[in-house]
């Protein structure tokens, strides 16, 4: 469609229009809406995580290596329990009933024994039976040498690996029977190294301290680094390392105790849990059992000192209530004879059996407020309950007296010794009675406390529990990818939406390009060789998506140019990278393709690299053509293409933009305009340089290639407003790169290969 000219100014007239600059700016810029939006629906929010599921699958995926890398590295650590059951037994021999409740023979409440197995007194008794302030293990490699460890199975020692011999590998044993060191070198790791015929070597620091034996006491250094060791068994190939060292005894008692942890299981059961973790699982049931024979002996002691405390308490008393019975028995025979025994009436035997149970429940409350003052002070409760007891019982005794002084005279003394006697016969009686049955107790007591389940370590560790940190790192990890989706979502700048684009800058989406993985070969392929041959798209595969959307662009083209002013087409970008060069030459080889006679120009006198797609050298090209190096005739090419012919930058000039605003540069388009159907001018990108602008106020058809999720609305609507104030309209923009598993743009992004294929091939249709 060629143009006339008549002259220059009529050129610049038509490229400016009728309106003023302000006009078409203001035509170009509508009102910019706001970004934020008060509300998301939950439909976008579904929409980014559709479109980015593959990051999410990724942050999923990473966190649940990370946690089998965590299983597999990870030390495991066992569990044992140990089941302890408290019997309520109650006072079985008879008499002094109450003295027994008050002085402990009861069972213990539950808070008050676990305080007692987890006593810093019980512990460090433990401590020192099993020897658990000593430490003793192989050296191993960091990282995985411990892992490896765990699951060497040979009968000897592992080779070592990686030339790291003094590590262990697996198999090695060590038994330390004995550790005593000097007060500087608690807390100091001691490396032991095994040597030949069953020695070692241990050193602290660099330091020798002593040699010696398997099975032998070896010592040496002095004062404060003195050493005693006694090594019972020593496995390990010679040179392996081991580590011992002597822990502060309290740090390890205090570990322990916060390591332990002692529960009820319900309420007044009386039946107790002990359990315990580490990474010995041996040991650990080991520690625990310890523990529990250790609660077991001192509940017997308590017992036995308790019995041994209430029989002394009792034989001492013995002496005295003897004396009572002897005293009482003679004045009662005195009394006899001197009044010539006389019969009792049955009034004052009965008041004589009241004065005697109320006489001796006296003397009994009286031995029972004795040994709780040993024990108590009178501000404790049983203390103060027997005397409540004893008030009671004087108020009886004296409401007595006053009934027993109505007897006749002979009768109430008579009575009096007769009760004497009895009060002080029945509690000798019982004393003694009580004592030798807590002689008897004493030869054979047993505890109130019963081992139900002792400790057994299970064979799985207890920690880490392998089902439960892959779900919950698969949750996490999820959660992890949501968030960062929806985050990169949130913050990113770049816009893949047309309809945001439109909507926010007023310029069409005249098509969306998908993303071609051939493109991406044949880019990767062409940077190997600096310089050398770029193929077409549209050659290389003309039925990709990527040409098909090109295709549609094409279509496009033709209702744009029937309101065009010329047939220029100028392809600008708002930034560098964006595919501008890739749309221009595929777009220049289907106009070509559709029978049009086509020029493409390499507009980009900076960095413009049209010529390589067509194995074609940069000069002779426009800025050749423009200087007046060349002619015209001479600088177009002839490609392999019918009727596309190209145009290239020439030799890169040092003033690339006076070329472009000179009268020759327009001159050259009006000339191109008359010999080709359709000018295509690859432009430099807009917000970079001026020079789209002085290309772009030629041509008729201005489009601005865009690639999705590269820009901002602020920097389209910036490119926009840029060419608007130099008198260009932008047609449209083509949105490039587009990733067609999205999926989020209805039909547009539903992108399916629709191949040809012959009726006869098998299986298709």
């Known amino acids: ?16 229009g009728a309106g003023t600059i302000g006009d078409v700016v203001q035509q170009q810029l509508p009102p910019p809406l706001p970004r934020a939006r008060e509300e998301v629906p939950l439909t976008d929010v579904f929409r980014v995580l559709r479109e980015r599921h593959r990051g999410v699958v990724g942050v999923a995926l990473a966190v649940v290596a990370l946690a ?13 329990a140990l089941v302890l059951q408290m019997e309520d037994r109650k006072q079985t021999l008879t008499g002094l009933e109450d003295l027994s409740g008050f002085i402990g023979d009861a069972a213990s409440p539950a808070e008050t024994e676990i305080e007692i197995i987890r006593s810093r007194t019980l512990i460090g008794a433990v401590v020192d039976e099993l020897g658990l302030d000593v430490q003793a293990e192989p050296r191993r490699a960091p990282l995985v040498g411990a892992t490896l460890a765990r699951h060497w199975r040979g009968g000897a020692p592992a080779a070592p690996r990686l030339g790291l011999a003094h590590y262990g590998w697996g198999g090695e044993r060590v038994r330390v029977q004995e550790l005593a060191v000097g007060e500087d070198l608690v807390d100091v790791p001691l490396v032991l190294t095994a040597l030949e015929g069953g020695r070692y070597r241990l050193a602290a620091e660099g330091s ?46 205090t570990e322990l105790r916060d390591a332990l942890t002692v529960r009820e299981t319900a309420k007044k059961t009386n039946v107790l849990v002990a359990e315990l973790e580490g990474r010995d699982p041996q040991q650990v049931a080991a520690t625990l059992n310890a523990i529990g024979a250790a609660y077991l002996r001192r509940n017997v002691e308590r017992k036995n000192a308790e019995n041994g405390q209430m029989l002394a308490f009792l034989e001492s008393q013995l002496p005295q209530l003897k004396g009572n019975v002897d005293q009482a028995e003679a004045a009662l025979n005195a ?78 003394d008579a009575a009096r010794l007769a009760r004497d006697v009895k009060v002080a016969s029945e509690l000798y009686v019982l004393v003694l009675n009580k004592a030798q049955e807590l002689k008897v107790a004493r030869s054979g007591v047993i505890g109130n406390v019963t081992v139900l389940d002792p ?204 070329l472009l605003a000179s009268h020759r540069f327009q001159y050259l388009l009006a000339e191109l305009s008359k010999r080709y159907d359709l000018v295509l001018v690859d432009t430099p990108p807009v917000l970079a340089v001026t020079d789209p602008t002085l290309v772009a106020r030629h041509a008729g058809v201005n489009l601005l290639v865009l690639r999705a999720g590269a820009h901002s609305v602020h920097e389209i609507t910036l490119a926009v407003k840029q060419l608007g104030q130099g008198g260009v309209r932008v047609q449209g923009a083509i949105l490039n790169q587009v990733d067609t598993n999205r999926g989020r743009y209805g039909r547009s992004g539903r992108y399916r290969r629709y191949e040809y294929r012959s009726e006869t091939t098998p299986g298709k249709a």
């Open 1 to 16: 469609m060629p143009h006339d000219r008549a002259n220059d100014d009529a050129v610049v007239e038509v490229n400016f």
């Open 68 to 80: 089998v890398a965590y299983l597999i590295l990870a030390t495991p650590v066992y569990q044992a």
């Open 455 to 658: 400790a057994e370590t299970a064979k799985d560790p207890a920690r880490p529990n392998k089902p439960l940190v892959l779900v919950v790192a698969l949750l996490v990890g999820l959660g992890l990818g949501v968030g960062v989706a929806l985050a990169r979502n949130a913050f990113t700048e770049g816009s893949d939406d047309p309809d945001e684009i439109e909507a926010r800058t007023g310029l069409p989406v005249f098509v969306m390009v998908p993303h071609s993985e051939v493109e991406l070969q044949l880019d990767r392929e062409a940077r190997q060789i600096p310089g050398s041959f770029r193929a077409a798209l549209a050659q290389a595969a003309p039925d990709d998506l990527a040409i098909e959307g090109l295709r549609s662009l094409r279509t496009a083209l033709q209702f744009a140019l029937v309101e065009a002013r010329n047939n220029i087409i100028a392809l600008g970008a708002p930034a560098p990278a964006v595919g501008k060069s890739f749309v221009s030459v595929n777009l220049a080889h289907l106009l070509a393709a559709a029978g049009r006679r086509v020029v493409l120009v390499d507009g980009d006198l900076r960095r413009g690299r049209l010529h390589r797609y067509f194995s074609l050298e940069r000069a002779p090209g426009l800025s050749d053509v423009v200087s007046g190096a060349v002619t015209l005739e001479q600088a177009l090419r002839r490609t392999s293409v019918e009727r596309l012919d190209v145009l290239s930058t020439g030799r890169i000039p040092p003033n690339p933009a006076e």
């Open 208 to 253: 020798a301290l002593v040699e010696g034996a398997v099975g032998a006491r070896a010592s040496g250094g002095d004062g404060g680094s003195a050493v005693e060791v006694v090594i019972r068994e020593l496995v390990a190939r010679p040179g392996t390392e081991f580590v011992l060292l002597k822990r502060d005894r309290p740090d390890v008692i």
């Open 335 to 412: 009394y006899q004879q001197q009044k010539r025994s006389m019969d009792i009436s049955a009034a004052t035997e009965a008041v004589l059996g009241r004065a005697v149970r109320i006489e001796t429940a006296l003397q009994e409350l009286q031995l029972q407020l004795m040994d709780l003052r040993q024990r108590f002070t009178d501000s404790h409760p049983a203390v103060i309950a027997v005397q409540q007891k004893i008030a009671r019982m004087q108020k009886e005794h004296v409401s007595l007296d006053e009934e027993m002084r109505a007897l006749p005279e002979l009768e109430l």
